[in-house]
């Protein structure tokens, strides 16, 4: 099932860069002029000797403020851009070149609270793997290793909630986690693989950039340029890979969107079976703990 939901995944971010590019044109220009106008505020006499001035080290209380400043409006932009880019791969939604509403609040919102669900899974993982690394020392310290990624693959479980609000569908955080039974694990590798992926990407642009330098290294402007585009880019290709892979996993328990998405009847029968597996295997355990209760 990993490899259904991974190819699956990356098939549908290969075929809509174009879509990306035409419903979010708008909020591209709004994030080079926003970084623009802000690496030109911080930028020195002698230039940038990072990237961008987002990779540059703080120098200043008021700098860093500034810059986790400019990093919340990214990602509000970001968020804006992955909500029109979901809504055209699912429901054809041409909307208004920039827009923000309910709709946006709402995603962030979701992201919020699958942030903090990340956290509170990791805690007592961590304490729990802790405790055993201090009296078995090599068995700990592999679940020490492992325990992110099960705080990842919780998470993931609820995450289709995303594509949910962004097209209106009032999933709850307990739908979503009984739609995806028997995902769960698929959905972490999935989203670990395309974390990977978005890494190699962002550093990969971050390279084109810095050899950029050796054509125009005396030029000021250029490093300007540079230090505006650098988020930019980055930010698009956050939004691409993982917008792309969470309305995947909607595709696959929402059946209306399957065809839209590239979705085969064959991976919809996947998922039907992986879901009765799961469920399977969880009447299963609650019969083995009735029984045990009963003695």
């Not at 080079?32 to 961008?52: D, H, R, Y």
């Not at 609270?113 to 405790?131: C, D, E, K, N, R």
Request: proline letters at 3%; charged letters at 15%.
């Amino acid at each position: 099932m990993f490899l259904t939901v991974l190819e699956r995944s990356l098939s549908l971010a290969q075929h809509n860069v174009g879509t990306l590019l035409r419903t979010g044109w708008a909020y591209i220009l709004l994030l080079v002029a926003l970084n623009f106008a802000i690496g030109a505020s911080l930028m020195p006499e002698s230039g940038f000797k990072t990237v961008s001035y987002m990779t540059e080290p703080v120098a200043a209380a008021d700098e860093g403020a500034l810059r986790a400043l400019a990093g919340l409006a990214n990602l509000l932009v970001g968020f804006s851009i992955a909500i029109a880019y979901v809504r055209r791969i699912l429901i054809g939604a041409s909307d208004f070149p920039v827009a923000f509403g309910v709709r946006t609040v709402r995603v962030i919102v979701n992201q919020v609270v699958l942030s903090l669900i990340g956290a509170l899974s990791l805690i007592p993982l961590v304490i729990v793997a802790s405790l055993i690394a201090a009296m078995t020392a090599g068995f700990g310290l592999l679940l020490l290793l492992f325990a992110p990624f099960v705080a990842l693959m919780v998470v993931q479980k609820f995450s289709v909630v995303l594509p949910a609000a962004a097209v209106d569908d009032p999933l709850t955080l307990k739908e979503s986690w009984r739609a995806t039974a028997g995902l769960g694990w698929a959905m972490a590798f999935a989203a670990l693989v395309m974390s990977l992926l978005a890494g190699c990407l962002v550093g990969g642009w971050a390279l084109v950039l810095w050899i950029s330098d050796s054509l125009f290294s005396a030029s000021l402007t250029w490093q300007q340029i540079r230090s505006a585009v650098f988020p930019m880019g980055t930010m698009l290709i956050l939004v691409w890979v993982f917008a792309s892979l969470h309305a995947t996993f909607y595709g696959l328990i929402r059946e209306r969107f399957a065809e839209r998405l590239g979705l085969k009847r064959d991976d919809l029968q996947k998922v039907e079976a992986s879901r009765s597996e799961a469920r399977e295997k969880a009447r299963k355990a609650l019969d083995g703990a009735s029984r045990m209760n009963r003695r």
